[in-house]
């Protein structure tokens, strides 16, 4: 269901797509008219979720993480390139304009943390917040789940982790200071382009990349581990920003960069590439035909480890770039240990007021 060709400003998605679960879909029977696609309604819609538990277990080992937290499904940054978007069908929604305009958000995601952290069973672990869509997307400048699951970290000492790419995470700096205090929290800023042209058009709805840097600057002058995620890796669209996207972060206080590269999963393929066409036309073969090169001549590849780096000569490349990158601006330097040893169980008493 492509759109025309027309562009839709301010979203990534520039198609409504279908949602492989469904078992009927809508669909244009006649090129001539007599069965028009109604207009995409790219207005946001929240849509309250009551889940039973907010902590979910990570088995994948090349993540680099054991749990993680998602206050939201959907997101309304609505970058294109989203693994997070075929999530988005098993809650009945299309992966493409769905996925950036419907967003679930789950208003006890504090009280069901507080629950488990509570278990017997409970080992103290970081557990990442956006371990799959943005826990500082838009809405949360209203909703606040996000800071309240962060006071639940800070009252239980629990470590967490947090990855955005929107300067709103400097809103609760006064809770992110006193947790790295005691090596509570790491947080990485997704850096992916200096490009401000291909960044309002990648990540329509995502903070400028001066305001991230400037948000690495305020995070690390607090004395808050910060790094970047420059993710994904987009062949003949930001790989050559590597070094400056690099030095620009280092500059601005950040300790390490970490990076994967794109891989079109899913859904995700036909999406991205009918942006790609509608946005670049001249470069569309190019970057298409060199992503697969990363992927043994496919979009996706899914075996763990090599998923997220790629292989063959482009990988090998970029794997240069980003060793380079690091070896000039990042020399010597990490992240601090979590600190485990801190958890405490406050008791019924101190609970956090209106949880």
Known sequence: MINDGKIIKGRGSQQKAENKFNRDQYVREFEEGLDLEPEINTSTQLIEV??????????????????????????????????ARNSHMYWGYEPAMDFESKILYKPKAAKLL?????????????????GNTDCYQPIEAKLKLTRSLLKVFQ?????????????????????????????????????TSLDESLRRIMEPR?????MRLSTIELLSNEGIPVGIMAAPIIPGLNSHEIPKIAEAASNAGARIMRHTVVRLNGSIAPIFCDWLKKHFPDRYNKVIHQIEELH??????????????????????IRQLIKQSEKKFFKDQKMPEYNLGAFQLPGQSLRIPGL
């Not at 907010?54 to 499904?73: R, T």
């Not at 995502?206 to 001066?210: D, E, G, L, Q, R």
């Not at 043994?296 to 063959?312: A, E, M, P, V």
Request: aromatic share 8%; with cysteine.
């Open 50 to 83: 009551h889940p039973k538990t907010i902590v979910n277990k990570v088995d994948s080992p090349d993540l680099g993480l054991n749990y993680s937290i998602n206050p939201y499904q959907g997101c309304e940054h609505g970058c294109i390139y989203c693994y």
């Open 114 to 130: 507080e629950e488990w952290l509570q278990k017997k069973s409970w080992k103290p672990n970081a557990i990442m917040l956006s």
């Open 155 to 191: 009252l239980y000492k629990n470590p967490v982790g947090l990855i955005t790419k929107n300067a709103l995470i400097c809103r609760d700096i006064d809770i992110l200071r006193e947790l790295a205090k005691e090596d509570l929290v790491h947080i990485f800023i997704s850096l």
């Open 206 to 210: 995502t903070s400028t990349s001066k």
């Open 296 to 317: 043994g001549g496919k979009l996706n590849d899914s075996n763990f480890g090599r998923r997220i780096k790629g292989d063959g000569n482009i990988a090998e490349m």
